[in-house]
T-cell receptor, first 117, second 112 residues
Framework: DAGVTQSPTHLIKTRGQQVTLRCSPK?????VSWYQQALGQGPQFIFQ???????QRGNFPDRFSGHQYPNYSSELNVNALLLGDSALYLC????????????????FGEGSRLTVL | KNQVEQSPQSLIILEGKNCTLQCNYTVSPFSNLRWYKQDTGRGPVSLTI?????NTKSNGRYTATLDADTKQSSLHITASQLSDSASYICVVARPGNTPLVFGKGTRLSVIA
């Protein structure tokens, strides 16, 4: 049973460029959440996708956008990259946005390490 | 303000020793509290999830406690191993579909 898979694992961009990160959720999961984790910090919630729509959004600018496909996979797009966007971007999947009747357990991918020069 | 505070920020212990990590939260309303282990450069992995009615939950050498009255939780690691070296993140969930609140984590280093 494949877990959450993310690609690419590492990438380097320059200021002003655009980047697309990809995520495939764990089998049986239909909800994808994206997090940004700066070095030495806890993950910060970016947004959540369910039924191909953005359901929740954290305090991130419009430069951060996303998409969810019918197969539940998701993309995170960041435009006009800034040096401060350098971070580990984590994708997490769950069954239903709040886990339905369960505890809403999240399964995380290994992350995409973005470096902006 | 909904916050999760963890202490200590970092900790170094000898292999085989026990340690306890602390988590205090002000998140309200409360649904559940989770502890994750995150190896450097990797994604977090769930250790335990505790709801309001659960005081203690174990996962192998990891034992989490929860005092919902004082809004405190602890993660006790028994007979530490070198592979326990990681960041341990405390996360609190609110009811419904609201974003989880993450602590900054405790960085544990187990040395031989």
């Amino acid at each position: 049973d494949a877990g959450v898979t993310q690609s690419p694992t590492h990438l380097i961009k320059t200021r002003g460029q655009q980047v697309t990160l990809r995520c495939s959720p764990k089998s049986g999961h239909d909800t994808v959440s994206w997090y940004q984790q700066a070095l030495g910090q806890g993950p910060q919630f970016i947004f959540q996708y369910y039924e191909e729509e953005e359901r929740q959004r954290g305090n991130f600018p419009d430069r951060f956008s996303g998409h969810q496909y019918p197969n539940y996979s998701s993309e995170l797009n960041v435009n006009a990259l800034l040096l401060g966007d350098s971070a580990l971007y984590l994708c997490a999947s769950s069954y239903r946005p709040s886990g339905g009747r369960g505890t809403g357990e999240l399964f995380f991918g290994e992350g995409s390490r973005l470096t902006v020069l | 303000k909904n916050q999760v505070e963890q202490s200590p920020q970092s900790l170094i212990i000898l292999e085989g020793k026990n340690c306890t990590l602390q988590c205090n939260y002000t998140v309200s309303p409360f649904s559940n509290l989770r502890w994750y282990k995150q190896d450097t450069g990797r994604g977090p992995v769930s250790l335990t999830i505790m709801t309001f009615s659960e005081n203690t939950k174990s996962n192998g050498r990891y034992t989490a406690t929860l005092d919902a009255d004082t809004k405190q939780s602890s993660l006790h690691i028994t007979a530490s191993q070198l592979s326990d070296s990681a960041s341990y993140i405390c996360v609190v969930a609110r009811p419904g579909n609201t974003p989880l609140v993450f602590g900054k984590g405790t960085r544990l280093s187990v040395i031989a």
